[in-house]
């Protein structure tokens, strides 16, 4: 394969493989990120694959296996083009009703397609869902379009066009003053300008310096740069050629969390193949610019999304954080300047050269510039990866494209940041959602991650969850993350269990001041902001624990107890059969009951009560106590 | 032997450390003390170092993980839609702890924080195949398809 070695060859490229793509009447596109291939999505493509060669289509119809769709809710999905019909859920059964119907007599089959949950509308046709309309994806629009394993994919959509311009057209300066005005802050949570970033490790003398994307995407119920990865691997890979050049670094890295197999993969794929083309190495596209990309597997070290301790990993070391200054851009990886940025951050880079800054930043709010991925998760209906202009506000997202809550359940918070980010109640939904917003609120933005919860999520529980989470994953280097976190999340767990005490959530908030203020690096600074937005927005929770030994969203398992109510139990045996300890007694067509005391509290008899009886309850507080008392007047 | 194979086939260097680590415990599904030694010397780093490393990250063992690997996800996603019950239902089932092996070598039992795969949540992973929207009730199945599999 030769070296593509002048812009003009690139041009070339991308005209002959656009003249030589096979004219099919019509293509299928098979969702297949981690989330499609976890839902049988290898098995849609093995049936697609089998059905097309028996009907003998091979030469009419186009199959494309791409990355993550974004609409994970609905996975494994199809669209066939050039109509946009989107199939959900398929199992492999359905494959020659597709094609059958579809593809050889132009029918929907009316029993694949999408009905939104909120209105009850049905859908055939992917542009028109309400979760997509709303939605601006500049990013990851291409998902639909190009197989991640094959460069050809990305060139016709004019890759490495971005590349070509800077390295051709453009100084590193003007570069830098592009993506300066374009005013793109970075998308790992922090929200630093970028072009800044680049002017200062620009600016740092030195005979070396390295470029580093952060893939380390720790933060759980996060996964937009896992999919950016995955689905367009050479999007962040020209971004980083692009700031290398602008830098003036000859080495890059991508550190990738290991817990992600398939973007390991992808990227791996799409460096050797950016290398066999001359796009990385010597002479890039014949100029006179060095430059490679490495890429490094991460071992699960949470505290590793953190640039210094990132580093210190890149080095084989413990990823133990470091004080700054110096900052990464004056000394980073092996002392030598460095500059880090996010996957989200360097996708949006080709896109900025491509479009020009003007036209960029008219997207989003007056200091957030452009669009931001989320993930929407948690007790939404729409669950999936939604990319939407800086701004919009939070109900737009969780009920128009979101489309509400699960099974009609009450709104009452969403977290967004991840473990060092915070709950936002339900009078904030208004909010226009930027970087500058977010932190008003006590909460941050962070890579991105929203969790939606509904009645039932406790607040107490979520704010204990995070504190687990976080002094799990704190490194121990400085005390007041090792052991203020481990104090909090001590007792958070006291109260969640009905131990706690009124002058605990005093202790709480001071020990989150102290934490908050003292501790070393990002991971401890912002570990309390659970903590701390709970105590704001929900206290009466917090109180309802612990004055009155109640959870209110019935989760604190030792504050309920699951009760069968004799009045509507029709005794069919599934609850006593279902039971792991055999707490329950009771003989067909007779009331079952729960023994109280053998009870582990393990919700099974709940999950299996069938929902048209539902005679399983759980209560809490006066009412628990009502139950548990009536038990020991009966042992009496 | 196999250690010297690999190690060969890097640089000698400590940034080579959490990549030859990551072969180690791919290729014999935990870090074998002996192969401690080996990495030292070829990195010309103390034991000691690569004791504290290889500890510090969650990827690696330092005891043989047992013949299918069970990961529970407890990542937020998922611990909202009930992760800690199903973890807890796998504790049960296997009668082990999370971060446990079963007597008979067959299971690991792991949680992990986070798959980024949150809207199929709960999710579980066996061995590298995925399952979604894990309840109470389909623990026994999941489990069993392996107890089958010899």
């Keep these: 394969m030769k070296k593509i070695s002048h812009p003009s060859q690139l041009q070339d490229w991308k005209k002959r493989l656009l003249a030589e793509q096979p004219a099919y009447d019509k293509t299928i596109v098979v969702s297949s990120g981690t989330c499609g291939q976890a839902s049988g999505s290898l ?6 694959n089998s059905e097309l060669e028996k009907k003998d289509l091979r030469e009419t119809v186009g199959l494309e296996i791409t990355g993550c769709h974004g609409f994970c809710e609905l996975e494994p999905n199809i669209v066939i083009y050039p109509q946009g019909i989107f199939y959900k859920k398929l199992t492999p059964n359905d494959i020659p009703r597709v094609i059958d119907e579809t593809i050889l007599k132009n ?54 066009q971005a590349l070509a311009k800077v390295l051709f057209d453009m100084t590193a300066e003007e570069v830098i003053a592009e993506i300066r005005a374009s005013a793109l802050r970075g ?16 600016n740092a003398s030195s005979d070396r310096k390295y470029i580093i994307c952060n893939a380390d995407e720790g933060d759980p119920g996060a996964y937009m740069d896992r999919s950016l990865l995955e689905g367009n691997p050479h999007s962040v890979i020209e971004g980083m050629i692009i700031g290398a050049y602008a830098i003036g670094a000859a080495e890059g890295y ?27 190495g010597k002479s890039i596209l014949g100029s006179e610019f060095h430059f490679d990309i490495h890429i490094v597997e991460g071992a699960g070290a949470f505290v ?73 998760v948690g007790k939404i209906n729409n669950t999936g990866l939604v990319e939407v202009p800086m ?13 509400g809550i699960k099974d009609g359940k009450n709104f009452k918070a969403v977290q967004t940041g991840g473990p060092s980010g915070g709950c936002i109640p339900a009078e904030k939904l208004d909010l ?40 799990e994953e704190s490194c121990g280097k400085c005390v007041p993350c090792r052991v203020g976190t481990r104090q909090m999340h001590d007792i958070l767990t006291r109260i969640t269990r009905g131990l706690g005490e009124e002058r605990d959530l005093d202790q709480l908030e001071e020990l989150a001041n102290s934490v908050q203020s003292a501790s070393l690096c990002g991971l401890g600074q912002t570990a309390p902001n659970p903590v701390l937005t709970t105590l704001r ?100 | 032997m196999e250690i010297a194979k690999i190690l060969g086939e890097f640089h000698g260097l400590q940034k080579d450390l959490i990549h030859i680590l990551h072969r180690v415990q791919a290729q014999f599904g935990y870090i074998p003390p002996e192969a401690v030694a080996q990495i030292a010397e070829c990195l010309k780093i103390s034991e000691n170092e690569i004791f504290g490393v290889l500890t510090f990250y969650k990827a690696f063992s330092l005891e043989p993980r047992g013949q299918y690997l069970v990961t529970v996800c407890l990542g937020t996603a998922c611990h909202v839609r009930g992760g800690v019950q199903i973890v807890e239902e796998m504790e049960r089932k296997l009668q082990v702890k999370a971060g446990q092996t079963t007597p008979d070598k067959k299971f690991t039992l792991e949680t992990v924080n986070c798959l980024g795969c949150c809207a199929i949540g709960p999710v579980v992973v066996v061995n590298g195949k995925y399952y979604s929207h894990v309840t109470l009730n389909k623990v026994e199945p999941i489990i069993k398809e392996y107890r089958e599999a010899g």
């Excluded at chain 1, 998308?187 to 620009?202: H, N, S, V």
């Excluded at chain 1, 927005?537 to 004055?547: G, L, N, T």
């Design chain 1, 254 to 280: 991508i550190y990738v969390r290991t817990e992600y197999p398939l973007a390991v993969k992808h990227v791996s794929i799409a460096l050797e193949q950016a290398r066999v083309r001359g796009l990385l």
């Design chain 1, 391 to 403: 701004g919009i506000t939070l109900r737009e997202i969780i009920y128009d494209i979101g489309g």
């Design chain 1, 43 to 48: 098995q849609i493509i093995e049936a697609l």
């Design chain 1, 187 to 202: 998308r790992g949570g922090a929200g630093f300008p970028t072009g800044l970033k680049w002017e200062i490790c620009r």
């Design chain 1, 537 to 636: 927005y929900f206290r009466p929770e917090y109180e309802a624990h612990i004055k009155k030994k109640s959870c209110p969203a019935l989760v604190c398992k030792e504050l309920l107890v699951y009760y069968i109510e004799p009045e509507i139990c029709v005794g069919c045996l599934l609850c006593k059969k279902g039971c792991p300890v055999e707490a329950i007694s009771g003989e067909r067509k007779k009331v079952h009951a729960i023994d109280q005391d053998v009870c582990i509290k393990c919700g099974a008899c709940l999950e299996i009560c069938p929902p048209k009886i539902k005679a399983v309850f759980k209560y809490t507080g006066k009412k628990k106590e009502k139950i548990l008392k009536k038990k020991l007047s009966e042992k009496v």
């Design chain 1, 107 to 160: 029918k929907i089959v009316p029993s694949l397609i999408y009905e939104d949950p909120r209105t009850g509308r049905r859908f055939s046709l992917q542009k028109d869902f309400p979760f997509y309309q709303k939605q601006n994806r500049l990013l990851t629009e291409n998902n639909f379009r190009i197989d991640p394993t094959k460069i050809e994919d990305y060139i016709m959509i004019d890759g490495y």
């Design chain 1, 304 to 376: 590793s999304g953190e640039e210094t301790s990132l580093m210190a990993s890149i080095e084989g070391r413990h990823a133990f954080p470091r004080q700054r200054p110096p900052f990464p851009a004056q000394e980073g990886l092996w002392g030598k300047p460095t500059n880090i940025n996010n996957v989200e951050t360097w996708a949006n880079v080709p896109l900025i050269i491509n479009r020009g800054a003007k036209e960029y930043s008219q997207i989003g709010t007056a200091g957030s510039k452009g669009t931001k991925i989320f993930s929407l």
């Design chain 1, 432 to 471: 226009p959602i930027d970087y500058d917003t977010l932190t008003q609120a006590g909460s941050i933005m962070g890579s991105g991650g929203m969790i939606v919860m509904d009645e039932d999520t406790c607040m107490v529980d979520v704010a204990r969850y995070f504190l687990h989470f976080t002094q």
